[in-house]
Nanobody
Framework: QVQLVESGGGLVQAGGSLRLSCAAS????????MGWFRQAPGKEREFVAA????????YYADSVKGRFTLSRDNAKNTIYLQMNRLKPDDTAVYYC??????????????????WGQGTQVTVSS
C-alpha cells in the first residue's frame, strides 16, 4: 500500500501563486509515476501534471503549461506543484496520485492506483 498526503491549498487572488506538496509513504519503492489531478464542482477529475520516477521529464496539461511546475524530491518521496499566475478556472480540489503499474498509461486518471485526500484551491477574480 501507498499513502499520499497533500498540503498547501488555500484561497488566492487571480494572478497569485500557491505551492502544493504531496508526501508518499508505505511501499514507495513500488511507485512508477506520480501526478497531480484536479476536480472542479460538477466536473470529472482531470489530469494536471505527472512525472515518472525513473525520468526527469514531466508532462503537463495544456491548460497549465507555462504556469505550473511539477518537481520532486526522491529522498523525501515528495512531489510539489508550483502554481503561478493562477486563474479562477484553476479552482478545484487538487489530488495527488501514485501509479505502480508501468504498463498503464501514466497520463490517465483511471490508471492511478492510490490517491490522497485532496486539497482545495480557490482562486478569486
Amino acid at each position: 500500500q501507498v499513502q499520499l498526503v497533500e498540503s498547501g491549498g488555500g484561497l488566492v487572488q487571480a494572478g497569485g501563486s500557491l505551492r502544493l506538496s504531496c508526501a508518499a509513504s508505505g511501499r514507495t519503492f513500488s511507485i512508477y509515476a506520480m501526478g497531480w489531478f484536479r476536480q472542479a464542482p460538477g466536473k470529472e477529475r482531470e489530469f494536471v501534471a505527472a512525472i515518472r520516477r525513473s525520468s526527469t521529464g514531466t508532462y503537463y496539461a495544456d491548460s497549465v503549461k507555462g504556469r505550473f511546475t511539477l518537481s520532486r524530491d526522491n529522498a523525501k518521496n515528495t512531489i510539489y506543484l508550483q502554481m503561478n499566475r493562477l486563474k479562477p478556472d484553476d479552482t478545484a480540489v487538487y489530488y495527488c496520485g501514485a501509479l505502480v503499474d508501468p504498463n498503464r498509461g501514466w497520463l490517465l486518471v483511471t490508471s492511478y492506483n492510490y490517491w490522497g485526500q485532496g486539497t482545495q484551491v480557490t482562486v478569486s477574480s
